[in-house]
């Protein structure tokens, strides 16, 4: 029983320096860029659908530029580059998504329904697509285009609109990005939610 343990170990131990070469993906970054709101619910404060209206909201579609967690940069009107070592901490529609809920519910008072708590509810939706949450390197600003589809309530039709909010970076990199990133994604989710009102 133990001949084939011996027989074994040679061959380990052979491949073990090998391990000290492979690399499975690229090292991180230093650190993660994320969305931060600007306006949000107090910790601990209730709120409810029999007194509030709720709508819910989905995490936007968008293009393939924007499918990655790394941060795209217009480099001319066919191109796209990536910001070096910038990388967002999940992907872009998500932290967005998550930024608009806050937004909504601190700025109009209605109640966010997510997942399974919108399925049979007669509230508002939102949805639509992230067109633009990158940089442009010839203006130097950091581009949020967001294309909503507002649904009011249950018998109503869809409005459609179209937001964007662009900051300056200064020089496009990793530390100057995610902050004007955030501004304008801020200012397109406080856009948002005053269309949608009360």
Same mark, same amino acid.
């Given at each position: 029983m133990t001949r084939p343990s011996i027989i074994l170990?040679?061959?380990?131990?052979?491949? +073990? =320096?090998?391990?000290?070469?492979? %690399?499975?993906?690229? $090292? #991180?970054?230093?650190?993660?860029?994320?969305?931060?709101?600007?306006?949000? +619910? =107090?910790?601990?404060?209730?709120? %409810?659908?029999?007194? $509030? #209206?709720?709508?819910?909201?989905?995490?936007?579609?968008?293009?393939?530029? +924007?499918?990655?967690?790394?941060?795209?940069?217009?480099?001319?009107?066919?191109s796209i580059a990536y910001v070096k070592d910038a990388q967002w901490s999940e992907p872009p529609a998500r932290l967005f998504a998550r930024l608009l809920a806050d937004t909504i519910a601190a700025k109009t008072g209605r109640v966010v329904l997510g997942g399974a708590q919108a399925l049979g509810?007669?509230?508002?939706?939102?949805?639509?697509?992230l067109r633009n949450f990158g940089a442009d390197e010839a203006s130097g600003d950091a581009i949020v285009s967001y294309e909503a589809v507002l649904k009011r309530g249950d018998g109503d039709g869809f409005e459609k609109r179209r937001f964007e909010a662009r900051e300056p970076t200064g020089a496009i990199s990793a530390t100057s990005v995610g902050p004007a990133l955030n501004r304008a994604a801020n200012r397109v989710a406080a856009d948002v939610a005053a269309w949608i009102g009360r």
């Open positions: 170990l040679p061959a380990l131990l052979a491949a +073990l =320096p090998l391990s000290a070469c492979i %690399s499975f993906g690229a $090292a #991180p970054p230093p650190s993660l860029l994320t969305l931060t709101p600007a306006v949000s +619910l =107090p910790i601990g404060e209730t709120t %409810s659908s029999a007194t $509030a #209206p709720t709508i819910a909201i989905s995490v936007p579609s968008f293009p393939q530029a +924007l499918a990655t967690t790394r941060v795209p940069v217009k480099t001319s009107e066919t509810d007669q509230g508002a939706r939102l949805s639509g697509e």
